[in-house]
């Protein structure tokens, strides 16, 4: 297994410096944000969007609910889309093959971009010098050095720019993550992140020329796998719970089912190391779903379970093992003491606090709702350019890791 800085990545700019101090989430500022026009409160903000395949259409969906947005032209090098596109806004929109006919256009507001990572940092660039705020699909940049020159370009521009880790626009995530920082658990000391499946994560593609634009999550060229494309959201969830980004990666990947030629792992282990020795530990399976996708916060005095429908908050239920007397251990054995006691070893089963989503709520709603009032109102997006450099950098660092990394043997049975 292969242990890596995280700082490493930093090395790649100047702004290092900077982010450890530079925005809401880790202490200060923003710059005021700049637009294009300027925008008055009936006017409706002209969406221009890149990339509207599967998430990019749900983005889309959202945003057709939102009250004084329209979708005011589209952009993909997959030409089927634009009919898709038209069909769900219920009118032609006008159609681009490539993203610079698109920022050229000076109708646009804002920019939304949902292609495959590997042209995020590119495109969110390009449209945040073009003037435009920017929605952007995670992670903000497949490569070390692609998060910092967008985090460099959102500083130079002043823009606005949102990362797509709704997560954090979840009523009951965002009430758990308070809960947590306000003492509920105690001390958090991990964050422990399940997404497990059994789904092959293949997709069917019409022609084998396609393979790679549809698959493009299975090949590491394009993908930084499960950890990029699930593992990502967790990663923000501990670097929102811990105040900080991890500073350490350990991790570990293979091919243990689909042996169909993918060249990204089919699952993942990996251990993030933040200060004060506090850990956040990702797995992602794609042969067994039983756990799904769950969050588990624990803390020095309880635990806290997040789902993608609720969370549950469990107090500290078993008792603390304490050390045990030479006496006792004689008299008692096992059953008392440092290395065991009966009572609790056992899973806890019982109830804990449960906290709900609101009626109807959707988190990429409300996420999309929201980027549209900091564009009207000028403002930088909760999640931000540095929460997104926060999870984009661990999965560019993380995914060397996982690749790269080199194993100890352990040797045979000496003949
Ligand atoms: N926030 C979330 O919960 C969430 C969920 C799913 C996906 N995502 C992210 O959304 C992004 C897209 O994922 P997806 O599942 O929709 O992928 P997808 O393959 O379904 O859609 C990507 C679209 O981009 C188009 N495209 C590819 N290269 C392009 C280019 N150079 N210029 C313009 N268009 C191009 C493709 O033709 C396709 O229509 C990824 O970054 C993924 O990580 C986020």
Not at 178 to 197: A, F, M, S
Not at 213 to 218: D, K
Not at 246 to 273: E, M
């Amino acid at each position: 297994m292969n242990r890596r800085s995280l700082l490493q990545g930093l090395s790649f700019s100047m702004l290092a410096a900077k982010l450890s101090s530079a925005s809401p989430f880790y202490g200060q500022a923003e710059p005021q944000p700049k637009t294009s026009r300027s925008i008055s409160a009936n006017d409706r903000i002209q969406i221009g969007f890149i990339g509207p395949g599967s998430r990019g259409q749900e983005l889309i969906r959202q945003l057709l609910r939102t009250p004084g947005v329209e979708i005011a032209a589209q952009c993909d090098i997959y030409e089927p889309r634009f009919a898709e596109v038209d069909e769900l806004v219920g009118k032609k929109v006008p159609a681009h093959k490539d993203y610079r006919e698109l920022l050229q256009r000076k109708d646009l507001d804002a920019i939304f971009i949902a292609t495959p990572p590997v042209f995020h940092a590119k495109y969110a660039i390009a449209a945040m010098k073009s003037g435009r705020p920017v929605y952007c699909e995670k992670t903000i940049g497949f490569t070390p050095e692609d998060c910092n020159n967008v985090v460099d370009a959102t500083r130079r521009t002043g823009q606005i720019f949102q990362v797509g880790h709704q997560m954090r626009y979840a009523s009951w995530i965002v009430e758990s993550v308070n809960r947590v920082r306000k003492g509920d658990i105690g001390e958090p000391t991990h964050v422990y992140g399940y997404w497990h499946r059994s789904d092959n994560w293949r997709r069917e593609v019409p022609n084998p020329s396609l393979e790679h634009l549809m698959n493009w999550r299975l090949y590491r060229e394009s993908s930084g796998g499960l950890l990029e494309e699930l593992g990502s959201h967790h990663i923000d969830i501990a670097n929102w719970v811990f105040g900080e980004r991890p500073q350490t990666i350990l991790g570990t990947s293979s091919i243990a089912v689909y042996h169909d030629g993918r060249t990204v792992g089919d699952n993942v282990q990996a251990v993030f190391g933040y200060s004060k020795g506090r850990r956040m530990f990702f797995s992602s399976l794609t042969d067994n779903g039983l756990m799904a996708d769950q969050v588990w916060i624990y803390g020095t005095e309880g635990s806290l379970q997040i789902t993608l429908e609720d969370a549950t908050l469990y107090k500290q239920t078993s008792k603390r093992i304490t050390e045990a007397s030479h006496s006792d251990v004689v008299q008692k054995g096992v059953e008392t003491g440092a290395s065991y006691n009966a009572n609790s070893e056992m899973p806890y089963r019982g109830p804990g606090y449960r906290l709900h989503p609101k009626p109807g709520e959707d988190a990429t709603r409300t996420a999309c709702g929201s980027f549209v009032d900091c564009v009207r109102n000028k403002q930088q997006p909760f999640a931000n350019v540095d929460v997104g450099f926060g999870s984009g950098i661990a999965c560019s660092i993380g995914r060397q890791a996982l690749y790269e990394g080199h194993m100890e043997k352990i040797p045979e049975l000496r003949a």
